[in-house]
């Protein structure tokens, strides 16, 4: 009988996993347009990736929270009363 190797993943981490797939493309061109700056079809294609994952963001931070902290939150320190990793309840 073989293993099945595909990893079960939660709907979170699939969607971590798009956002980072997309941010990272857009990265590595953005990147590629340092040393080529006149290459219009690389510069559309990470506008196209940003794009792409903009949404994504978007759903994540409604259902899971903020991706990175906004330095305009007028909760600055709201993350804090949350309990540490080592506080889980689980645990208990």
């Known amino acids: 009988m073989a293993v099945n190797a595909a990893i079960e993943m939660t709907e979170r981490e699939i969607l971590l996993k798009k956002i980072s797939t997309y941010q990272f493309a857009a990265l590595d061109l953005q990147l590629f347009l ?8 690389m ?3 990470m506008k196209e990736y940003r794009d792409l ?11 899971y929270g903020p991706l990175t902290k906004n330095a305009n ?20």
Do not use: F, G, M, V
């Not at 903009?54 to 759903?59: A, D, M, Y």
């Open 43 to 45: 510069l559309e294609k």
């Open 34 to 41: 340092d040393t080529h700056k006149n290459d219009t079809k």
């Open 53 to 63: 994952a903009e949404p994504l963001i978007k759903e994540y931070e409604k259902k």
């Open 73 to 92: 939150d007028r909760n600055n320190w709201q993350w804090i009363k949350a309990p540490w990793p080592w506080e889980s309840e689980e645990d208990d």
